[in-house]
Each structure stands twice: as C-alpha cells, then as structure tokens.
C-alpha cells in the first residue's frame, strides 16, 4: 500500500484536509497584501519643483498645484522655472534646488514623496521593485532546500514569524537603501509562504483533489488583492498601510498548535512512528479508520527506493530536460506578463483603488474557469490561455491612449 492510497483510505479530502487548508489559506491574504502593495506605497503622485526653502514659497506652490486639476508628470518637473541666461541669447532649465512639492489628493505620503524618487531618482523606484523580485527568488531556492531538510511545517511557520518582523520592520525604515534591503528579506519570505503552504496542503490531499486543493489557495489571493485596494484607500500614508498589512500576521501565532507536519516528509526522513501518528490522527478527525496493513507495512508504502533526488533530476534526461524547459519559459512569460500588468495597474490613468479592486476581483472567474477546463486536458488549456493572454497583449497596442 503506497501513500496516496492510505490517503484515501482515511479521506483524500476530508475534514481534516479542509480545517488545514483554512489555515494555509489565511496567510495567503497577506500574500497578496506584501506582492501588491507597492502599487500605492511606490506611487509616484504629480509633482513639481519647489521654487524656495522657505515655508512660505512652499504653500504658495501648493496652492498653484492644487488649483491645476491637469497637472501631470513631466520633464518639466523636474527643472525650476527660473531660466539660466547664457552668451549669445542661450538659455538653460536651472535644476530643483530645493526639491519637490508632491500633490496630496490621492496619497497622503509614499516612499516617492518622502525619499524625492523623482526626476534622476527615478529609476531607484523601479530598481527597490526589482530588488523586491529578486528576493522572491532567492528565498524559493533557500526556503525550498530549508523545506526538504527540516520539514514543510517548522519552514512555514519560519518564514510567517520573519515575514510578519520584518513586514513591520519596513514601515519604520529610515532610509530608502534600508527600506530596500527589507523588502528584499520580506520577499524571501514570500516564497517561503508559497511553496510551503501549497506543498504541505497538497501532500496531505489525494490525487483526485489535488487540483481542487491547489486552486482553493488562489481564490483568497484574489480576495487579498480585492482587500488591499480598501486597505489603501482607508490608509493614504505609506507607513501606516505597511503596518496595517504587516501586523495582522501576529495573530497567526496560533499556528503554532494547529499547523501540522506533513506525514509524507515524516516517512521520507525515517521518522514512521509520528508519521503513522498523525495518519492515524487525520482518519478519526475525518470518521475514518487507519488501515491495519500500514502497521506491518510501514517500510513498503514509502514508494519504492530510497535514492536522493535533486534539482538535476529535471535535466538529466532529454524528455526530462525538454519538458522542464518549456514548463521554465512559461512560467517566466507568465509572471512577467501577470506582475508587469498588475504592478503597473497606476498607468493606466483610472481609478487606482477601483482598477486595483477589479483586478483582484477577475482572478475569481479566471480560477473557476481553470476548474472547469482543466480535468479534460492539461496541454490544450495550458496552451489556450497562453494564445488568448498573449493576443490580449498584442490587442493593447491599438487601443487609443
């Protein structure tokens, strides 16, 4: 009797497998609310260049800046409008000396407004979001080795306890290079909640809802980014909406006692007595009884050989290694194709909390509809959705601006 089928003699899904995935899907809100929310936080408002140090210019400034409802970012912005007289009747843009005035109609402060990201700086905006990105990738390939050796329970609730510390950390950051440097810790955590959140839900799930499992984690992603744009619109100071979406994650601290280990990595490391334990656990919470066959066969049903894998195993082989490729590409297309246009959501000149609603609010049908779809065929629909998304993209182009 192999693992999967003592998972289904005690209840694939049943009611143990549920009450977990409420607590897997608990901090995927809060998922959504770190990968979303500079979007505001990183909002660059229209601005202009202050004319003097003096508290007064400033309020003069604003005022003229609250009376242009046209005002738009510019080149100009980034110039006083003192002219530089030169020989020959030549004249110069003087640049600002004493910094930026910021509109306050949409946000009340952001790491633009207090760390002037504009003009020359610009760009250091968009290298913290890459910065950002690149964390996610390195606490994937951390968190996910952490995983293999200590086990998918200890990890998760290691990478809950640092995302929540250092979520807040960021809101008290003195500086932007400290503020990118957290961001960077905070998205290694990131991919530590991922991974191991979908892996230990998905062990503790058989074959046949596996992929309802799986897809269930999707649906409250989608609430959290639908959450985020209240959050954001309740919140307009950058702080104080990065220590709303951080602190929440305290009260997880529960997980402690109700988070459990996953059976199959307990078999895979030698550690049968808890495993067996906890097996014998999820068949009284879901009415069942633990087959009396995994008492005497409990070195069988671990699945054959015990050789050690890696992530070589995915290029050993040329089937292997063409598969993986391809599986690679797609996922690099989509998710630069997905945070592209979901990060970028403030160019699109509408509402920015109503847009940011809408978008978290379409994953809803989006998630169904792969429900629906997927159990006829992986490779048609996987190919599908790639066709319609990248002509939707191409689509864009003729749209009038």
């Given at each position: 009797m ?19 995935y ?10 959504a609310f ?6 505001f ?5 229209p601005?202009?260049?202050?004319e ?6 400033e ?31 030549l ?16 946000f ?23 910065i ?8 994937s390939?951390?968190?996910g ?22 979520g ?7 500086n ?17 909640v991922i991974i191991?959140?979908f892996?230990l ?21 989608g609430?959290?980014?639908m ?8 919140i307009?100071?950058w ?33 049968t007595?808890?495993?067996?334990a906890?097996?014998?656990k999820?068949a009284?919470v ?22 050690s ?10 089937q ?40 978290g ?24 959705f ?16």
């Open positions: 192999n693992f999967d089928q003592i998972l289904s003699a005690i209840g694939g899904f049943g009611k143990y497998q549920k009450i977990l409420i607590w897997i899907c608990l901090p995927q809100i809060l998922l770190h990968m979303m929310v500079s979007i936080t990183g909002a660059t408002p601005y202009r260049c202050r003097s140090s003096s508290s007064g210019a309020n003069q400034t604003l005022l003229l800046d609250s009376g242009a409802g046209n005002l738009s970012l510019s080149e100009s912005s980034c110039f006083s409008s003192q002219v530089l007289l030169l020989q020959d009747n004249t110069e843009r003087v640049p600002c000396a004493h910094g930026w005035v910021y509109r306050k109609e949409t009340q402060s952001t790491t633009v407004t207090e760390w002037d990201l504009v003009c020359s700086k610009a760009g250091l905006n968009s290298l913290g979001s890459s950002y990105m690149f964390g996610l990738l390195v606490g390939v951390l968190f080795a952490m995983a293999d050796r200590y086990g998918r329970r200890f990890v998760l609730l290691l990478s809950i306890a640092l995302q929540t510390v250092l807040v950390a960021v809101a008290f950051a003195p932007f290079p400290v503020y990118v440097i957290l961001r960077f810790a905070v998205g290694t955590t990131i991919s530590g191991n959140a892996v839900g998905t062990e503790w799930t058989c074959t046949k809802r596996r992929m309802l499992a799986g897809i269930i984690t999707d649906y409250t992603f609430l959290g980014y959450l985020l744009a209240g959050v954001a619109y309740l307009r100071d702080r104080k909406l990065q220590l709303a979406i951080s602190a929440p994650g305290f009260l997880l601290i529960f997980y402690i006692r109700v988070l459990p280990q996953s059976a199959r990595w307990l078999l895979a490391n030698d550690r007595e808890e495993a067996i906890l097996l014998r999820a009284l879901n009415g069942r009884v633990l087959p009396p066959a995994v008492q005497t066969e409990k070195w069988e049903f671990l699945g054959g050989s015990k050789r894998h890696s992530a070589m195993d995915l290029v050993r082989t040329p292997m290694r063409k598969r993986a490729i391809i599986l690679f590409y797609i996922w690099f297309v989509n998710v630069l194709v997905y945070y592209g246009l979901s990060l970028g959501v403030s160019q699109l000149g509408t509402d920015l909390y109503l847009t940011q609603f809408v978008f609010l379409v994953e809803i049908p989006a998630r169904t509809l792969v429900l629906i779809v997927l159990p006829f065929t992986r490779r048609f629909t996987l190919s599908g790639l066709a319609i998304g990248g002509l939707a993209c191409l689509l864009m182009l003729a749209v009038p601006a």
